[in-house]
């Protein structure tokens, strides 16, 4: 297999997935670090842009195959070796997994995404405190929604009964992997979890494996606290 290169920031909820994924399929990668606000942006640069228009990340590239957008990545990923599975077998079951996962992709991270919360600064003048009250809103009534997408889940038996580990099933997948950079800063930014008891079993279960752990912000090369 030619080597996958990642281009990854420590901070990155979007990268966090694709580290998930690449731990859970035990993938060997090559992380390139691209900060997202050292200089203004190291995203902005003429070299990045040239990889990546959108000028975020991550990006993964094997060979001549260029992969952004993390879903795609990790669907990339999953073709290229299928085992361990990100997504069940049956046809339905995949489409519950996916469906949890684009609702936190694509209707609870674009809100709460750094280019959002500079925006929120920048150009509308919030202050650091109406920027967190923006912030763990939309993460609250995404994640609230969320919570009762997966007791449905488990009402129709698709979960794990009694004490639940996973979005979905009885193994780490998709929507897990999605869920978990957005509860991590969800945390990091004391927003509230007290209605969601599922979504914080299924965090605490997942950070407590070796997959998920390695692959949070504090254990990259380029960690930095920011506030």
């Known amino acids: ?21 690449l731990n859970i399929k035990a993938m060997t990668y090559q992380s390139e670090f691209i900060h997202l606000l050292k200089d203004g942006g190291e995203q ?16 993964l590239c094997c060979g001549d ?6 879903l795609a990545i990790i669907e990339y990923l999953e073709e290229m070796q299928p085992r361990p599975a990100l997504l069940p077998i ?33 150009q509308l003048g919030l ?26 889940i488990r009402d129709r038996g698709q979960g794990a009964s009694s004490a639940p580990s996973y979005c979905y099933g009885t193994e780490p997948g998709l929507a897990d992997i999605c869920l978990i950079p957005q509860v991590y800063n969800a945390l ?10 599922i979504i914080q079993q299924i965090y605490a279960h ?20 920011v506030v």
Not at 4 to 14: I, K, P, Q, V
Not at 206 to 225: R, S, T, W, Y
Request: hydrophobic content about 45%; aromatic content about 10%.
């Open 90 to 122: 049956a046809l339905q079951a995949r489409a519950a997994v996916r469906a949890l996962a684009l609702s936190i992709a694509c209707d609870i991270h674009p809100l709460d995404n750094l280019r959002v919360l500079r925006y929120l600064e920048h």
């Open 127 to 152: 202050d650091k405190a109406e920027r967190e009250r923006w912030y763990c809103h939309w993460l609250s009534e995404g994640l609230a929604a969320l919570e009762v997408s997966l007791s449905a």
């Open 65 to 70: 195959d260029t992969v952004s957008q993390s």
């Open 44 to 59: 902005y640069s003429a070299d990045y842009s040239a990889i990546n228009p959108q000028r975020m990340v991550p990006v």
């Open 1 to 21: 297999m030619q080597t996958l290169r990642l281009y990854t920031y420590c901070r990155s909820s979007a990268a966090f997935r694709v580290r998930i994924a």
């Open 206 to 225: 997942c950070m407590g494996l070796a997959v998920f752990q390695g692959a949070a912000p504090e254990q990259q090369a380029d960690f930095v606290e």
């Open 188 to 197: 990091r930014f004391n927003c509230s979890l007290a209605d969601c008891p």
